[in-house]
């Protein structure tokens, strides 16, 4: 079922390698005609979760299961109608993907989910958003047991535990196989009638449940569900699962045993688009709160707050109202920096952030700037960016990060260096700013994150509220393989 790579994708660029990447994107539609075309949008809207590649399955009654699997964007694939062509029917879901060349090996189009499986009882499909922490365990267990694995993805433990389940239907072996699994997981699957969406007990990556006609589509996030015109009905909750069929509607269970939720707050922060809702909230208006509670809690004279683009925006945004100091778009972004761009040279590697990012010298010169960032990973790009501001006649530079040091890795679906390579894992604050050798460096504190999405008592350190492993080092979900590899997890405050 797969299919010849069409576009390899670009060398990462320098300002790209310095920011954590969500690792994939999940849609799914039952009960529309050519339910392809809705994924291929629902996938558009969700390109930032994963640009590497994408895939769609689709079942139609006569033709049956169908898939298509691409290195690249959405719009230069699933946009071609002779492609969609081979996508018949009312029911299907999609997947794009993100993975590292460097500390994964280059993908290949095996990986490229959503994977298929043939069991007794018919086919199914399934995409999987997060990260399976006790994988190489079961992997070893199922290999030693006569499973062939066709991919190296994690996520293919899922059907391979599905195909020996004993179970009677397909959302039930699904059951048990998740059973077994530990770590992240919200996944979309398909049989040939029906959409089942579930999430992990801790809820760690997002899943939600729209309308459209008279069919049902799920989606990592809403703003997948604007671009078919469909009505949020609600979020998945953490541990349920939703079995759906065009015809009977949405039926919830609950495989697993109740825990307190964990979300992902780093979602909140820099994953999900800013059009989303999480949790009942505006993803955009959190992070403008992130710039007010930083620009209380981190105040300096200065004469512009200037956002790093887009990410840095919203929290730019709130720090400017909440200190008074104006702002202004000092930094401006190039939006055509795509694959398309000439193949990268050596020289022009070199020139680094300037072919995405550009100073605005008449705005900048001459004042003391706040740069407002998402977050600092390596601190290479802080690096550039200091340097372009200065080359333009700044007087001062000061660095606020909306977000707290990211000083863990994360093993529950996000990309992160290894934590030798992360900033804030071997540098104070203190240290940071003189190694970015900027005029001053603060990070909003984890309370403050915390009062910004709601929480107005900060985090509780007995129960966080959130997932903020990146952060903290609590690790709510202990990641078995990493363990098993000599990882060192943080001991209990």
Known sequence: MSHPMSHPMPPAHPFDDDKLKEECGVFGVVGVTDAANFVALGLHALQHRGQ??????????????????????????????SLMETLPGPLSIGHVRYSTAGSKGQTQIRDVQPFFGEFSMGGAAIAHNGNITNAESLRRELIERGSIFQSSSDSECIIHLMARSLQRDIPSRMEDALRRVEGAFSVVAMTRTKLIGVRDP??????????????????????????????????????????????????????????????????????????????????????????????????????????????????????????????????????YMGRTFIEPTEQIRNMGVRLKLNVNRALIEGKRVILVDDSVVRGTTSRKIKEMILDAGAAEVHFRIASPPTAWPCFYGVDTPQREKLLAATMSEDEMRDHLAVDSLRFISLDGLYRAVGEAKGRDKACPQYCDACFSGDYPVAPSDMIERGFEVKAAE
């Open 202 to 335: 801790l809820g760690v990556r997002p899943l939600v449940l729209g309308r459209v006609g008279d069919g049902w589509c799920l989606s990592s996030e809403t703003c997948a569900l604007d671009i078919i015109g469909a009505e949020f009905v609600r979020e998945i909750e953490p541990g349920e699962m939703v079995v759906i069929t065009a015809a009977g509607g949405v039926e919830s269970l609950r495989p697993f045993r109740p825990q307190k939720s964990r979300f992902c707050i780093f979602e909140h922060v820099y994953f999900s688009r800013p059009d989303s809702i999480l949790g009942g909230r505006s993803v955009y208006e959190t992070r403008r709160q992130i710039g007010v509670e930083l620009a209380r809690e981190a105040p300096v004279e200065a004469d512009l707050v200037c956002p790093v683009p887009d990410s840095g925006t919203p929290a730019a945004i709130g720090y400017a109202h909440e200190s008074g100091i104006p702002y202004g778009m000092g930094i401006i972004r190039n939006q």
């Open 52 to 81: 590497e590649a994408g895939g769609i399955v689709s079942y139609d009654p006569e033709q049956g299961f169908n898939s298509a699997r691409r290195f690249g964007y959405v719009r230069d694939n699933f946009t071609k109608q």
